[in-house]
């Protein structure tokens, strides 16, 4: 099975259609070898059953591979672009870089999958004109035939048993617009409207807010720091940017605390937070904190305003 593309546009990002393990490692392993023999860097990010047939099937040349648990490390789809693919492909500026990057498996959930279509149509604006070569391989036994059409959709270059060829589908511009959908409304609630006059202690009361409904709902810990930080970012976000009020809603769903905060503002630019942010651009700051620290985030954003939803997984509460 080849994994070979050409294109006038240094970046490649063909999907790999396979059936079984062994298929798997016909298409991955050789894209690997053919990296390290071309000395370009390569990185291996996938689900955790496939790391340990990937390590065993390259031997002695799994120690020149970088591998990543993407099931940890791509849990939140917006995350993936910043931590993992431009981690890796930044510290390499000079010559190509070869990254195997599986972000949507068998068990991704129906809320989590927009936000993985949404990411791998961004990887294309996220990379477009660099050397880099990201191989994404989809189970065509494992994953609903729609998932499949849709990754004809965000791939140009198809490879499966039968060899290479260009996706007569290819239209991420389409899929972007398409992700960019309304969020439905939670049936239950806890709303905190904020702005209007100035009020020095604004700030810390969306926080109080936040912190006390989600420790109530069982988040706790270094979790509930991350979601009091995260309610933090994207409140100030609405006081500069979104017309100086907005509307933070908590509620439980599902086995997660999800919290989402709402205002006037819209957000041109479809990479914000899924690159690395000016320190100066508190914006662009907030929504990269997001994506880093949450289980999963959904955006939708137009002339009437912008929604950032994330979600928390209610953890196991511990012993005692």
Do not use: K
């Given at each position: 099975m080849s994994?070979?593309?050409?294109?006038v546009e240094p970046f490649a990002h063909p999907a790999l259609f396979y059936r079984g393990i062994e298929d798997y490692l016909d298409g991955t392993v050789p894209f690997i070898r053919a990296g390290l023999v071309a000395g370009e860097p390569v990185a291996v990010a996938v689900p955790t059953p496939k790391l340990a047939p990937l390590r065993a099937a390259l031997g002695e040349a799994a120690a020149e591979v970088r591998f990543v648990d993407m099931t940890e490390a791509g849990r939140n789809p917006g995350r993936i672009i910043p931590s993992v693919l431009c981690a890796f492909a930044d510290l390499h500026p000079v010559g190509r870089v070869r990254i195997i990057g599986e972000p949507i498996w068998p068990g991704r959930s129906v809320t989590e999958y927009p936000a993985c279509l949404q990411h791998e149509a961004l990887i294309n604006l996220a990379f477009s004109g660099r050397a880099v070569t990201i191989l994404c391989p989809y189970d065509l036994d494992g994953l609903d035939p729609s998932v499949i059409k849709d990754a004809r959709m965000t791939h140009p270059v198809i490879v499966d048993g039968s060899g290479s060829r260009a996706?007569?589908?290819y239209a991420p511009e389409r899929v972007i617009r398409d992700c960019n959908r309304s969020l439905p409304d939670p049936e239950h609630a806890v709303v905190h409207y904020f702005g209007g006059p100035v009020d020095p202690f604004l700030l810390a009361h969306v926080r109080d807010f936040v912190v006390e409904h989600a420790s109530r709902m069982g988040i706790f810990g270094e979790r509930l720091e991350d979601l009091r930080l995260i309610a933090s970012e994207l409140a100030a976000n609405s006081l500069d940017y979104g017309g100086g009020s907005g509307t933070v809603r908590?509620?439980?769903?599902?086995?997660?605390v999800v919290m989402d905060i709402s205002d006037a503002g819209h957000i041109a630019d479809p990479?914000?937070?899924?690159?690395?942010?000016d320190p100066r651009q508190r914006g662009s700051r907030g929504l990269l904190v997001t994506n880093l620290l949450s289980d999963l985030v959904r955006i939708h954003t137009g002339q009437?305003?912008?929604t950032v939803r994330v979600y928390f997984t209610v953890p196991a509460t511990p012993a005692g």
């Open positions: 994994t070979t593309a050409t294109a996706s007569g589908d908590i509620w439980s769903e599902d086995g997660q990479l914000a937070g899924r690159r690395p942010a009437n305003g912008t």
